[in-house]
């Protein structure tokens, strides 16, 4: 009896927390029926358009709030709160006249860093970054037809074939000489003793010519220049000595100077070439009066 008594209390105890459950999840369920669709009447009143009340016309044109500030007037009184002093104060850096704010190496007075010590040494203005070139990568782009070996290979040569990319010159050195085997005539800045060895074995030459900024940026570049200017001659007696020295093979050696004549090296003012260019031809010299008339005796 008290077995069958408990079964029958746990069964109603079963039926009443179903019952709650049930009635429990259809009042959720409703209850986001109704949120949804209050959310949708809600979007749908958000993007409802009104119709204007008011004709727009130029008089009720007017700036976004915040656009227009009044200026700050100051010295105009101690009444406004910006009299006398500004709003700066009484003394003081910040309430002088300027920026007020001192520049990169001002210490407040004392003696700065920069002064307190010396100068030393100089820049020279003659200096040069020449670039190295070696023989083996000479002889690899006349192989390839970057480079005529039947003309003077000069700095525009090996310029315009991306050979080498350099700002003062080029320095002729001697790494894998024994690539090279095609008789060359090249015009560098400078060159080595052994690469002069190699391009003269082979039955080639090397000349040194001197260029300064505006004479390399003229051989460079000569479509910048209405007129391409005179060449420049060595500057200091370091490059004097260095370009007259037959054994550097410069181009103002003895030997040299009076064989050949660099092509790159200007002696006067002169038109740059244009390709293409139709040559003017002369005009004609007027006859004088002299010989156009016929003397009748």
Known sequence: MLKAGFQRSLAQLQRQFSS???ISNMQTTRALHM????AATHQVESFRVTRPTKVLGLNDLRDNKGARKIKKRLGRGHGSGHGKTSGRGQKGQNSRAG?????????????????????????????????PLNLDRIQHWINTGR?????????KQIYDSNLIR?????????????????????????????????????????????????AMRALLHPEKFAVLPKSAMPAT???????????RRGFLAPGIRDKYKPVSFNL??????????????????????????????
């Open 237 to 247: 007696t370091k490059m004097k000595r260095l370009y007259a020295d037959p054994e």
């Open 35 to 38: 949120s949804a669709a209050a």
């Open 166 to 214: 350099f700002t003062d010159g080029v320095s002729l050195l001697a790494r894998g000489s024994e690539v090279l085997t095609t008789p060359i005539t090249l015009e560098v800045s400078r060159a080595s003793q052994m690469a002069i060895k190699r391009v003269e074995e082979i039955g080639g030459k090397v000349v040194c010519v001197y260029h300064n900024k505006l």
């Open 20 to 22: 709650q459950l049930t």
């Open 268 to 297: 006067n003012r002169v038109a740059p070439k244009a390709e293409g260019a139709v040559k003017a031809k002369p005009k004609a010299k007027p006859k004088s009066n002299a010989a156009a008339t016929e003397i009748v005796v």
């Open 147 to 155: 480079l005529d070996a039947s003309k003077p290979i000069t700095l």
């Open 99 to 131: 920026n007020g704010k001192p520049g990169p190496g001002f210490e407040g007075g004392q003696t700065p860093l920069m002064r307190v010590f010396p100068k030393r040494g100089f820049k020279n203005a003659f200096r040069r970054e020449l670039q």
